[in-house]
């Protein structure tokens, strides 16, 4: 799929795209080059992304992942993609936003279609797929996604493209996510603020798993969490599609302030000792070791035993991992995590964190990383840039992808109707 933006973005490249990942700690913009000849890029299914740049800024009026106040977001959208800017040396004009927040939503139909030609085409997928989406949802509801989780033609299931079949009952079951329509108003209108045009509205989880996780560990079942700042996203994939999707309000920004009440400090120098001296285990500390409080701020610094730091995080970290785990045993998904589970997001950077969640989850537990990006090592395996490069990575993926992933466009919104996930068309 071709976006006329993509000529307008740079003078340099008419194959650039650019994923802006605003969280509730931090805002984060990718600019990424299209690969030319041979697709290597940041995609763990070898589609093509040579990462140019990156942009940071502190994330302002955004709370849970739902903004709170549009100008303080636009302001900080704005300083990281003039970071992003100077880093790539091109001027941004439009971009790819992932959403997330306590208002996600995930629900499954089934849609039929009685064919009357023989060969199923494009035609007829587009009628199952939009039956299927033919659900009633509140007037404040919007869907993001409708993403089939396979076909069935005259009762033969597990069919992952139907064109080109004889059949004359055609069925698709779709995992439909939705989210607040005014939570995404919102974040468009920031964007706007800050003269972003907005292309395309993404799931997070979505965008982190494209970067993290392999197509084999979507086919036999994976479970991606993304620890972010103000939630937790989960997202189930299994036979190479997402199967169950949900968003819980806990996130890092819950560890820094338990440390800045469990010591009185400052929610600044809170959020510097945890990523300093923090740790999710209280076993992996020695009885020695010190954390420094007030180091570099230029005041009275006061040392204390690093235990104390660890005993205040580690109840938090089983916390949260806890209520993963009753997520899971709930909607009973651990017969589809195969593959065990994959740790995205800033908050995953704590030490002992990954230890945590395998000792709680009870499931093989690894950190996600996405391999050559073109950046550093620094950029390249730190899970905080994730979402940011599988939303960059969307924009190449869509242009790639066959009629089968088309988008839609529902009140000038576009929608991918048949997800963007080349693992679920194969």
Same mark, same amino acid.
């Given at each position: 799929?071709?976006?006329?933006?993509?000529?307008?973005?740079?003078?340099?490249?008419?194959?650039?795209?650019?994923?802006?990942?605003?969280?509730?700690?931090?805002?984060?913009?990718?600019?990424?080059?299209?690969?030319?000849?041979?697709? %290597?890029?940041?995609?763990?299914?070898?589609?093509?992304?040579?990462?140019?740049?990156?942009?940071?800024?502190?994330?302002?009026?955004?709370?849970?992942?739902?903004?709170?106040?549009?100008?303080?977001?636009?302001?900080?959208?704005?300083?990281?993609?003039?970071?992003?800017?100077?880093?790539?040396?091109?001027?941004?004009?439009?971009?790819?936003?992932?959403?997330?927040?306590?208002?996600?939503?995930?629900?499954?139909?089934?849609?039929?279609?009685?064919?009357?030609?023989?060969?199923?085409?494009?035609?007829? +997928?587009? %009628?199952?797929?939009?039956?299927?989406?033919?659900?009633?949802?509140?007037?404040?509801?919007?869907?993001?996604?409708?993403?089939?989780?396979?076909?069935?033609?005259? *009762?033969?299931?597990?069919?992952?493209?139907?064109?080109?079949?004889?059949?004359?009952?055609?069925?698709?079951? +779709?995992?439909?996510?939705?989210?607040?329509?005014?939570?995404?108003?919102?974040?468009?209108?920031?964007?706007?603020?800050?003269?972003?045009?907005?292309?395309?509205?993404?799931?997070?989880?979505?965008? %982190?798993?494209?970067?993290?996780?392999?197509?084999?560990?979507?086919?036999?079942?994976?479970?991606?969490?993304?620890?972010? *700042?103000?939630?937790?996203?989960?997202?189930?994939?299994?036979?190479?599609?997402?199967?169950?999707?949900?968003?819980?309000?806990?996130?890092?920004?819950?560890?820094?302030?338990?440390?800045?009440?469990?010591?009185?400090?400052?929610?600044?120098?809170?959020?510097?000792?945890?990523?300093?001296?923090?740790?999710?285990?209280?076993?992996?500390?020695?009885?020695?070791?010190?954390?420094?409080?007030?180091?570099?701020?230029?005041?009275?610094?006061?040392?204390?035993?690093?235990?104390?730091?660890?005993?205040?995080?580690?109840?938090?970290?089983?916390?949260?991992? %806890?209520?993963?785990?009753?997520?899971?045993?709930?909607?009973?998904?651990?017969?589809?995590?195969?593959? *065990?589970?994959?740790?995205?997001?800033?908050?995953?950077?704590?030490? *002992?964190?990954?230890?945590?969640?395998?000792?709680?989850?009870?499931?093989?537990?690894?950190?996600?990383?996405?391999?050559?990006?073109?950046?550093?090592?620094?950029?390249?395996?730190?899970?905080?840039?994730?979402?940011?490069?599988?939303?960059?990575?969307?924009?190449?993926?869509?242009?790639?992808?066959?009629?089968?992933?088309?988008?839609?466009?529902?009140?000038?919104?576009?929608?991918?109707?048949?997800?963007?996930?080349?693992?679920?068309?194969?």
């Amino acid at each position: 799929m071709h976006f006329g933006f993509i000529k307008d973005l740079s003078v340099k490249s008419e194959n650039l795209h650019v994923g802006l990942d605003v969280g509730t700690s931090k805002v984060c913009v990718v600019v990424g080059e299209e690969s030319t000849g041979r697709r %290597s890029g940041v995609g763990q299914d070898g589609s093509g992304l040579d990462i140019m740049g990156i942009g940071t800024a502190p994330s302002r009026g955004v709370k849970k992942g739902v903004i709170t106040n549009i100008e303080s977001t636009a302001e900080s959208i704005g300083e990281a993609v003039e970071e992003a800017e100077a880093s790539a040396g091109v001027d941004i004009k439009a971009v790819h936003i992932g959403i997330t927040g306590g208002h996600i939503g995930c629900l499954t139909s089934h849609g039929v279609l009685a064919l009357r030609e023989k060969l199923i085409s494009q035609k007829e +997928v587009d %009628s199952v797929i939009d039956a299927a989406r033919a659900v009633a949802l509140p007037f404040d509801r919007e869907m993001i996604h409708v993403i089939p989780s396979g076909f069935t033609v005259n *009762g033969q299931n597990g069919i992952t493209d139907p064109r080109g079949m004889s059949g004359v009952r055609l069925e698709t079951n +779709v995992q439909i996510i939705t989210c607040a329509t005014t939570s995404m108003q919102n974040l468009v209108r920031s964007c706007e603020k800050a003269g972003l045009a907005v292309l395309d509205v993404i799931f997070q989880p979505l965008a %982190s798993a494209e970067t993290v996780i392999t197509e084999d560990e979507k086919e036999l079942g994976v479970a991606v969490i993304d620890i972010g *700042g103000g939630t937790t996203d989960i997202a189930l994939f299994h036979k190479g599609t997402i199967s169950h999707a949900s968003v819980m309000t806990i996130g890092g920004d819950n560890f820094t302030n338990d440390v800045a009440v469990g010591l009185r400090i400052p929610t600044n120098e809170a959020e510097r000792l945890k990523w300093k001296s923090g740790c999710a285990m209280l076993s992996m500390v020695k009885d020695n070791e010190e954390a420094v409080i007030g180091e570099g701020g230029g005041g009275i610094t006061r040392v204390i035993p690093r235990n104390y730091l660890v005993e205040i995080l580690q109840p938090r970290a089983e916390e949260l991992f %806890s209520l993963v785990k009753k997520e899971i045993v709930e909607k009973d998904l651990h017969k589809h995590m195969n593959s *065990g589970v994959v740790l995205t997001g800033g908050a995953v950077l704590m030490e *002992g964190m990954d230890v945590m969640a395998e000792n709680i989850l009870e499931l093989p537990v690894r950190i996600g990383t996405r391999g050559d990006t073109g950046l550093s090592d620094v950029v390249a395996d730190n899970p905080l840039y994730s979402s940011a490069i599988g939303l960059a990575l969307h924009g190449p993926e869509e242009c790639s992808e066959t009629d089968i992933g088309k988008g839609r466009r529902i009140g000038g919104m576009k929608r991918k109707v048949a997800g963007w996930f080349r693992g679920a068309f194969r």
